[in-house]
């Protein structure tokens, strides 16, 4: 079955939604420095993630929706959303001598700190996604306030969603890398 | 001070197979009802602070490295 992107069609945010132009804000840390020095003269980097997806699960960002608006009791609303970065291929330095080895095993899902999306349209919209590769280790939160300011005021593009079953083999890889827990060394 | 009466009596004409399963449950309570509430940690007051927006990057690219 090829892959499509579903147009979304949702108020809020869905689990496997791209999303396109999200803005973080990273505190600089300057070395040195106290915590009132740093905040005295905080200086913040916008740091622009050309795409990303939603990693939180679905049942909560409904919950959260409705708590926002007033729908049900306050306690469900989610703090942070949590979203996976998404690399386009042009976007990915190869530093490994077998190049074409490293990224086959990526395509093949054989490297389990990654996923790869191939190219596909979204569908009923003419527009498409390019090939994207999802690194587990690039994941991160913002606070879902911010992000719908962000979706009200147009600053990000929801481009679409990734429709079942791949949303559920995404979210499995992903969480699977996510609940990995180290081992004691062999003594 | 009657419900704690009435508790005794029911306990009291409680028949034998029932008794252990209302000990339990009487334990259960105890343990809740026993807690007592540890005074909240000092949280630090949120406040507003002057913040200067720097250039906008993008983040950085994925690596592959061995």
Known sequence: MALFYVQHNSPFLRQGEIISNLLEFKLQIPGGKSVEEVLGSARLDPIVHPYVIVISQDCDLEWDYKARLGQTSEHKVLIHTLFCGLFPRDEILDQTKRKSEAFRRIKDSQDERYHYLSPAPINQTGDSLPELVADFKSTFSLPTEFVYWLVSTAQVIRKGELPSPYLEDFMHRAYSFLGRVATPPMT | ?66
């Open chain 2, 1 to 66: 001070m009657l419900g704690r009466y009435l508790s005794c009596i029911m306990i009291g004409f409680m028949p034998d197979e029932g008794l252990e399963e209302a000990l339990f449950s009487l334990r259960d309570m105890l343990e809740f009802y026993s807690h007592k509430p540890e005074p909240h940690p000092t949280t630090l007051t949120p406040r507003a602070i002057n913040a200067t927006i720097a250039d906008r990057k993008k983040r950085p690219d994925l690596v592959l490295t061995e």
